[in-house]
């Protein structure tokens, strides 16, 4: 089901009893999540809303939650967030209780609304999932089109007050490279540009693409990270592209073995303060990062472990010796670095 057929769904009342979103686009989970609740009855939403730790809940608590009759009005409702089945996962759960679940789900009661809401990738192979894909909606919240994202920025600026054209407004979309097919970058992500921004030139100002220019990470980084995401994922032939386009626009081997180093050098300590449970907002205050550089580099921190890390930082370190001293052509020991990190 698409996001815009969820929403008028919502809006017309006329819903079904099971719906599940799920995504990476957690901007837009919280958006359907919000127009859900405002399908209680205010006066009643202590009696007639619940929500679940979809981490914490077994078997008796869902059931018990799902069969309770609304209080003086026609609908109770319920949103469960991460449930685990549907990752896969059964700390809570036996085998036999995911059957009673789904026997649960198939008997709802006709006064019961149910919203599944989780936060990243689901398995499919599961038969919860099944079940739920039978008997209700789901919805996956991806990236938004190219007219939709136009939109959505447009009224992120607007409801700051803040002035920018609709050219510069795609102007700045493309710098935030959100569109891009490999960018794991969320609207969390671009709001926080648009924060930043908008801080800049106050309230009643205008945004031109000078200070965008300005104020946003450059194309050339934007490069460095999805050449660090390819790198992580192992894809030797996008690697390859990136750094050709690089090259191709001006920028120098050595120039992007030192950019390069920086990010891994990021990564390698946002890895190591989090292993000490240090919070993220601490670690991104400690270090100093901006919240879309830091949000990169901890999700570029998954692919890589620390032995992976510092090897490629001590590679970069010792081929960027030889390349100054003539003991190797520049262009090989980039292409020697991806073979070696890409396998």
């Known amino acids: 089901m698409e996001r815009k057929k969820l929403l008028e769904e919502l809006e017309s009342g006329n819903l079904k009893q099971i719906y599940l979103i799920y995504g990476k686009e957690t901007f837009l989970i919280e958006e359907i999540q919000e127009k859900f609740k405002t399908l209680v009855n205010p006066?009643?939403?202590?009696?007639?809303?619940?929500?679940?730790?979809?981490k914490e809940t077994n078997l008796e608590e869902f059931r018990s939650s799902i069969e309770t009759l609304p209080?003086?009005?026609e609908r109770r409702y319920i949103i469960v967030k991460d449930f685990e089945l549907l990752k896969g996962k059964k700390k809570n759960f036996t085998?036999?209780?995911e059957k009673e679940l789904i026997k649960a789900l198939e008997n709802i009661s006709a006064t019961t609304v149910l919203l599944f809401i989780?936060?990243?990738?689901?398995?499919?192979?599961?038969a919860i999932y099944k079940a739920i894909n039978k008997l209700g909606r789901?919805?996956?919240?991806?990236?938004?089109?190219?007219?939709?994202?136009?939109n959505w920025c447009k009224r992120q600026f607007d409801s700051r007050k803040v002035k920018i054209s609709n050219s510069d407004v795609t102007y700045f979309i493309e710098t935030t490279g959100y569109r891009d097919r490999t960018s794991e970058m969320t609207l969390n992500?671009?709001?926080?540009?648009?924060?930043?921004?908008?801080?800049y030139v106050g309230d009643e100002e205008a945004i031109t693409k000078d200070i965008i220019r300005n104020l946003m990470n450059s194309r050339v980084e934007n490069d460095i990270f999805q050449l660090i995401?390819?790198?992580?994922?192992?894809?030797?032939?996008?690697?390859?592209?990136?750094?050709?386009?690089m090259i191709e626009s001006g920028e120098s081997i050595l120039g992007i073995f030192a950019m390069l180093s920086k990010q891994f050098n990021h990564i390698m300590q946002v890895k190591s303060l989090q292993e000490e449970r240090m919070p993220h907002n601490l670690i991104k205050d400690t270090l100093k990062m901006h919240p879309y550089t830091f949000n990169k580099v901890v999700r570029q921190a998954r692919n890589y472990d620390e032995d992976n890390l510092l090897s490629i930082v001590n590679y970069i370190s010792d081929y960027d010796y030889k390349i100054k001293q003539g003991l190797m052509e520049d262009s090989l020991a980039a292409e020697i670095l991806i073979a070696k990190y890409c396998r």
């Open 43 to 54: 006066a009643m939403m202590d009696f007639n809303l619940s929500v679940i730790d979809g």
């Open 71 to 73: 209080f003086m009005d």
């Open 95 to 97: 085998d036999s209780d």
């Open 118 to 126: 989780n936060y990243g990738d689901i398995d499919k192979r599961k």
């Open 138 to 150: 789901v919805c996956e919240m991806k990236k938004l089109d190219d007219m939709s994202l136009l």
């Open 189 to 199: 992500d671009v709001e926080q540009e648009i924060i930043k921004l908008c801080s």
């Open 229 to 245: 995401d390819m790198i992580g994922s192992k894809n030797a032939k996008r690697s390859y592209k990136i750094l050709t386009d």
